[in-house]
């Protein structure tokens, strides 16, 4: 089993999890409300003659747990549906390896 995790902006979580499910038939999905910043080092805002700088933007963070056969498969579907088209800020995805994987209801081990 590996764990598959992705830092993406808000506005395409819905589009990178209907596309894992659409491309790799994989369902599963934990999504946690993040803020951060890579290279773009956060924005500026402008409100009624001031300005303001956001160091940290609007994140989230998916986290998928995947049999070892589809972790290219669902790392490549978040990558293509996470790309925005701007310049920087589109996130991260990322694999490691988990061990020990049970369900919480039936306890049994995957």
Sequence with gaps: MQKVEA??????VETVIDAVEEQTGHVGV????????????????????RVFESRF?????????????AVRAVVEAIADAARSGNESGDGLVWSSPVANVTHNRTGRPL
């Design 30 to 49: 934990t999504v946690v409300e993040a803020v951060g910043h890579g290279r773009e080092r956060g924005i500026t805002h402008e409100y009624r003659g």
């Design 57 to 69: 933007l609007p994140k989230a963070l998916l986290t998928f747990v995947v049999e070892d056969g």
């Design 7 to 12: 830092v993406v902006i808000r506005e395409r």
